[in-house]
């Protein structure tokens, strides 16, 4: 059963940092792909960015720069890095990962960010 459970989210200023992170079991982490994803009410859920095994990232253009995202191969736990957060931050951050053709996501993790 793959498993996906995020920490780390919580109330920031604006032009503040948080990192979230997200541990990962039930999935073969050294070869997965991990992602994160943001979505707040009424809107669909975005994409933030990936990393590959390898720890090779891509982010989306609203967050180049300002995030980053690592992996904890000995605790198959990804994090990702926020930096100068601005209130249209403010969201539900999901760990995701698609393993074996099935999307799996965490239960999700509030951030919000104070003008």
């Known amino acids: 059963q793959v498993l996906l459970k995020e920490s780390g989210g919580g109330l920031v200023q604006a032009g503040g940092s948080l990192r979230l992170s997200c541990a990962a079991s039930g999935v073969n982490f050294k070869i997965a792909t991990m992602a994160w994803y943001r979505q707040t009410p009424g809107k669909q859920r975005e994409l933030v960015g990936t990393?590959?095994?390898?720890?090779?990232?891509n982010f989306a253009e609203s967050v180049k720069g300002r995030f980053a995202m690592s992996r904890d191969w000995a605790r198959n736990t990804v994090s990702l890095q926020m930096a100068s957060l601005n209130p249209s931050d403010t969201a539900v951050y999901y760990c995701?990962?698609?393993?074996?053709?099935?999307?799996?996501w965490g239960q999700g993790t509030q951030v919000t960010v104070s003008s």
């Open positions: 990393i590959t095994s390898s720890g090779d990232t």
């Open positions: 995701h990962t698609k393993w074996r053709a099935r999307d799996f």
